[in-house]
């Protein structure tokens, strides 16, 4: 009996590889140049994600022109089925490469591969979210694959690896070991520098939150030593959402009832867990068309044809089963869920959190967490590295969006990236100019910290690097009195609200690198009318009249 | 491993020793017959163009090394040399914040000219080190000119003995305190607290942890000027920053004045600097205790400094 074509298998998985090298490359490129804008193909894979397309399209009555690319994927799932999770999403690969590595360790009757009807969750995940949507919040793409991935990649995974390469390349350098006549740093000192200035953004970057971040990945992750490709099967909505749309694909699986013998090979093979039992009842929306159930049958009894109609009976499909009573549950599950994560004194607008300084250009707070899918691609395009996941500052709901913290790293005066990277314009690509019209906060002296103030000393490092040309921050000499009772004249920095943009490089550099002597607060930031405490200046007046 | 110590050990072993010398009157040491300053100015029609302000930016740095007596007189045959500009900010060459691209071209040119076995150029930058590298202009016409270019590396500073005033020991950049010439050449320019930046100044490049210093500026600039035991040094005055310095962005700001001054005497050219900003070198703190300590004069008129003219 000949075996049908197991290269095929081998077709998949390079193609799984190479889409999983192209996600990891694309992430590697958003770095950002002197000069140059971020191109709108750095976010080719949220583009093509019809999850992300329905989300801003539901909570943000917005139809982000570029994504539009993902009907792409629509058309691709109505004709081929869900082979984006089978053959692209590089999440989807992550699950496959550790079932792969799991298939070596664990028993074959450690699996079951069979339909479980908790497979259907993921559905009822997908309409909680639909819901929440549909009122103003998307919460649920913290759990878009894609973004995941995004995320953790870049704020845990090449951190970490960055932390190797230097500390690495450094203790050789310093070491300079030689083997006869050859200098170990001969080819590390190269290679080094090349990562240095070609692949990473800044030196010892570093994020917040990365071991929060690490571990929902790993979960996952180790979730496929319980079921196969666990998340794909039970919880990812973009796969949900995949699986509606393919319901009745043109390329079917067949089985020739004669030949089969019901030996469950093709179930054991089976990523998607697709068939209620041996051999029978193929659910499409379930299958990740990995085809392995073909390449497997001895007897060349299943194979994949095409169907000239969707509305074609033959090959007969099954329906995954969800319950009206299930989809009601969902949706009632969203409007709730929804109805708490905004019921918070932050999520009505009657408070405003000090230190949720969000990005140049970013929407007001509501608009901006109905678009941020928290993937980090402005974490990761940001020069300073002073973009950081919220983990508190943003109530659940914002938990991984972008703020700035200015002690790891201000917002750059002349930059614009992370605007241009966001791909659902949650932050608005924005031009320099337009740019320098924002305030996203307001510095203050701490004034029981600030050096000058507190010990009598000059220091102004504060100044000198505040970016506005006329400077926000300005000295007033001032005289003070030295413990042995003699005076001395110093500078005493102070901030003029109207011409600081909220930057943050004065707390960046200030020398108190615990608490700073300057930080930056949220009042007055441009996105909020009502965040105004500051009224503005009137021209020529010195004197207030009260 | 080995028992002999590596060349990067040992010139930074003799180069701490040596710098922790405390030893002012061995800092001027070109032989008195020697010039040891010189300015050079062009009085010619105002330029018209940035290819204009370059060729006039290259002569006057030209003429300024060759009055000295040439670049050989510094540089010798397959010496390491680390030119150091004044890459501070993200800012373009007409704002006056950065050292003229084409000063420090020539400079790079000049010394391969006289033998160097290789030109590094590098500082390091307040503002991000990409942007500042770039947007100064020094990084492109550096490497054009055939120097390579450096950034230098935050986890390679190593924590030196200077022995200073006040400063006991600072993380300093190996590479450059082991090259064998470095050439300081910053821009005059308006400094909020210390009134000017100028050559001793620029030495802030070189370390890190300098936040602290300006808590006494005068006597930390002094210490880790004597510690870089300075040679050449070129001050850029063909734009000059009159106000919200150091990093300044407004061209209201920034006066052309075409002028370059050189020589030997670190305290005798920052003397003059602050003449070209419209001050007296007495109302500089660093200018002063340079003086005092020994590491110059601040009468530079005392040294008779050669004034060449171009048109
Ligand atoms: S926060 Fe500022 S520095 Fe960071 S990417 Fe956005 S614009 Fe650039
Ligand atoms: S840098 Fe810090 S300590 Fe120094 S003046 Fe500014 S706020 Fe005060
Ligand atoms: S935040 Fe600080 S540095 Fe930025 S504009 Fe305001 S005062 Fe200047």
């Known amino acids: ?546 | 491993m080995h028992a002999k110590s590596t060349r990067r050990e040992f010139l930074w072993q003799s180069a701490v020793a040596t710098g922790g010398l405390l030893l002012p009157a061995q800092l001027s040491w070109a032989a008195p017959s020697e010039t040891k300053m010189v300015i050079t100015k062009w009085t010619g029609p105002s330029p018209q163009s940035p290819t204009e302000f370059a060729k006039i930016a290259t002569q006057l740095t030209e003429q300024a090394v060759a009055a000295l007596g040439g670049m050989s007189r510094f540089v010798k045959r397959g010496d390491v040399v680390w030119i150091k500009p004044n890459i501070g900010w993200d800012r373009t060459p007409e704002l006056g914040a950065n050292t003229n691209p084409d000063v420090v071209a020539t400079l790079v040119r000049l010394c391969l000219d006289a033998g160097a076995k290789v030109v590094k150029v590098g500082d390091n930058p307040c503002d991000l080190p990409q942007k500042a590298y770039a947007s100064s202009g020094i990084a492109d016409a550096a490497r054009k000119a055939g120097a390579q270019v450096v950034f230098l590396d935050r986890d390679r500073f190593r924590e030196m003995d200077i022995k200073g005033e006040r400063v006991k020991t600072i993380p300093v950049y190996p590479e450059i305190v082991e090259s064998d010439v470095v050439i300081n050449v910053p821009i005059a320019k308006h400094h909020v607290l210390a009134t000017a930046t100028l050559c001793m100044k620029n030495y802030m490049g070189v370390i890190e942890n300098r936040r602290v210093f300006h808590q006494d500026i005068p006597t930390c600039l002094a210490d880790i000027t004597r510690f870089m035991r300075p040679s050449l040094c070129l001050l850029d005055c063909t734009r000059v920053m009159l106000a919200h310095g150091p990093k300044g962005g407004n061209i209201e700001d920034v006066a052309v004045r075409l002028t370059l001054a050189a020589g030997t005497d670190i305290v005798a050219l920052d003397a003059f600097g602050a003449e070209m900003l419209g001050r007296k070198p007495s109302d500089i703190g660093s200018i002063v205790k340079g003086h005092q300590v020994g590491l110059g004069t601040m009468d530079y008129r005392s040294l008779q400094p050669k004034e060449i003219t171009l048109s």
């Open chain 1, 1 to 546: 009996m000949k075996r049908r074509l197991p290269f095929r298998r081998w077709i998949r998985r390079v193609v799984q590889i190479a889409f999983l090298l192209a996600f990891v490359g694309l992430i590697l490129a958003t770095r950002p140049v002197p000069g140059e804008t971020p191109s709108w193909w750095l976010k080719a894979y949220f583009l093509a994600d019809p999850l992300i397309l329905v989300m801003t399209v539901l909570a943000a009555h917005a139809v982000p022109l570029l994504a539009l690319f993902s009907l792409v994927t629509v058309l691709l799932t109505l004709i081929l089925g869900r082979v984006f999770c089978g053959w692209i999403c590089p999440l989807g690969t992550v699950h496959a490469l550790t079932g792969w590595a799991l298939d070596k360790v664990q028993k074959p009757a450690k699996r079951r591969d069979t339909f479980s009807p908790w497979q259907k969750a993921k559905y009822y995940i997908l309409g909680g979210a639909l819901v929440m949507a549909l009122v103003g919040g998307h919460w649920i793409t913290i759990f878009d694959p894609l973004v995941l991935l995004y995320r953790t990649v870049t704020t845990s995974l090449l951190p970490a690896a960055q932390w190797g390469i230097e500390t690495g390349a450094n203790a050789v350098y310093q070491a300079d070991p030689r083997i006869g006549g050859f200098k170990l740093t001969s080819v590390t000192e190269p290679a080094y520098q090349y990562l240095r200035n070609h692949v990473f953004v800044l030196p010892k970057q570093a994020f917040l939150g990365t071991g929060l971040i690490l571990a929902f990945f790993i979960a996952i992750v180790a979730a496929n030593a319980y079921r196969r490709r666990f998340w794909c099967r039970y919880v990812c909505p973009l796969g949900a959402l995949l699986g509606l749309l393919a319901k009745r694909p043109l390329l079917r699986r067949k089985v020739t009832s004669e030949s089969c013998n019901e030996c469950g090979l093709c179930t054991t093979a089976c990523h998607g867990a697709s068939a209620s039992g041996l051999g029978t009842g193929w659910k499409p929306s379930e299958c990740f068309v990995c085809l392995n159930c073909s390449t497997t049958c001895p007897r060349d009894a299943c194979e994949f044809t095409f169907q000239p109609v969707i509305w074609r009976k033959e090959p007969a499909v099954q329906p995954v089963g969800l319950t009206r009573r299930g989809v009601l549950w969902a949706a009632a599950g969203g409007l709730v869920g929804f109805a708490f994560l905004r019921a918070t004194p932050q999520g009505r607008g009657s408070v405003y959190h000090p230190r949720l300084i969000r990005p140049p250009g970013s929407r007001p707070e509501p608009d901006f967490l109905a678009r941020c899918t928290a993937c980090g691609m402005c974490m990761k395009v940001c020069p300073t590295g002073g973009l950081q996941p919220a983990i508190t500052e943003a109530g659940l709901e914002g938990l991984f969006t972008p703020h700035l913290v200015p002690i790891i790293g201000y917002c750059d005066y002349t930059c614009t990236a992370c605007g241009h990277v966001c791909p659902t314009e949650a932050i608005r690509p924005l031009t320099e100019e337009e740019k320098h019209q924002i305030k996203i906060g307001l510095a203050a002296f701490d004034v029981t910290r600030c050096i000058p103030y507190v010990y009598g000393r000059n220091c102004v490092v504060c100044e000198e690097h505040c970016p506005i040309p006329e400077k926000a921050i300005y000295c007033v000499e001032t005289e003070v009195e030295l413990r042995d009772g003699k005076k001395r004249r110093i500078k005493l920095p102070k901030v003029d609200p109207e011409k600081c943009i909220g930057c943050g490089v004065c707390e960046y550099v200030c020398p108190l690198d615990d608490a700073p002597g300057i930080r930056v607060i949220t009042t007055n930031e441009t996105r909020h009318d009502r965040h105004q405490a500051l009224l503005p200046e009137v021209e020529g007046e010195e004197e207030l009249p009260y």
